[in-house]
């Protein structure tokens, strides 16, 4: 997944790829994303692209059998760069509690910060804890409270397993690969390419910049509507963001029912 000293007695550097770990000299200097999506070496794709493909696949494969018997759970999303003792630390930890003692598993990008504050959460609650880890140049490997744990050389392949396996969204105080993720939630339920669940931001103070700027200005120059505004709920408190979660599992299942 990543470059990584931890776990290591030398402080050696370590890469996940797939099932493969990579260490020292042999860790190379790109990783298989950017060699997927580098457009300077257009003489390769007739020779190396459909092998990649067969690896792609097998991707898909691997993250569908392995998650396919997970109960229902929820997508957990923050920064890998907080500290342990950070407020969005202590509210992803106590959000992976109340999610577990809901009867959710947690998922994460199962590295360090925000991620292991949820996913310590919900193992220490007698939850499911799952990290999908992504093969990058930087930051650290799978945290030690995931209990199922995939490596990734493809961030698309990734993301289809953090949307086709969750139930809601929860985005906490995080960078880019948050927001990408956010927004990517958010215009999968806007377009109706998936069926619609919570996108829950936590921590108003953290958020609110953005969200004026949604309102005052996608809004107000006519680049959203206003019902797409209620895609995203933004909240401090863990106990209402679950039960948001929870209320609206029901109403999906009355609504199959009914239907």
């Known amino acids: 997944m ?31 994303d950017e060699k997927l999506l580098d457009s300077h070496h257009r003489r390769e794709w007739k020779t190396k692209d459909a092998w990649r493909a067969l690896r792609i696949l097998s991707e898909f494969v691997e993250g569908f059998d392995t998650l396919a018997d997970l109960p229902p759970a929820v997508s957990v999303f923050g920064s890998a760069r907080s500290r342990p003792d950070s407020p969005e630390c202590e509210m992803a930890a106590a959000l992976g509690a109340a999610l577990a003692e809901a009867g959710y598993a947690v998922i994460t990008g199962g590295g ?8 310590r959460g919900a193992t220490e609650a007698g939850g499911m804890s799952v990290g999908l880890g992504i ?43 948050t927001l990408d993720e ?6 999968l339920v806007q377009t109706k390419k998936v069926t619609r669940f919570p996108v829950i931001l936590m ?10 700027w949604i ?4 809004l107000a120059d006519g680049k959203i509507s206003e019902s797409d505004l209620d895609l995203i709920q933004v909240t401090d408190d863990v106990d209402e ?14 609504s199959h029912g009914k239907g």
């Open 135 to 177: 093969e990058l140049p930087f930051e650290q490997g799978l945290n030690d409270w995931v209990d199922i744990g995939i490596d990734f050389r493809y961030f698309f392949v990734r993301k289809t397993m953090f949307v086709k396996y969750a139930q809601a969204f929860v985005v906490l105080p995080g960078g880019f690969g």
């Open 241 to 254: 963001a679950v039960q948001i979660i929870v209320d609206a599992d029901a109403a999906l299942a009355d």
């Open 2 to 32: 990543t470059d990584s000293t931890n776990g290591r007695r030398d402080g050696a550097p370590e890469r996940h790829r797939g099932a493969v770990t990579l260490r020292r000299e042999s860790i190379p200097p790109s990783t298989a």
């Open 203 to 212: 921590g108003t103070a953290y958020w609110s910049g953005l969200f004026d």
């Open 112 to 119: 360090p910060g925000v991620m292991e504050a949820a996913n």
């Open 182 to 187: 956010l927004f990517e939630a958010v215009t």
């Open 215 to 218: 309102k005052g200005t996608l």
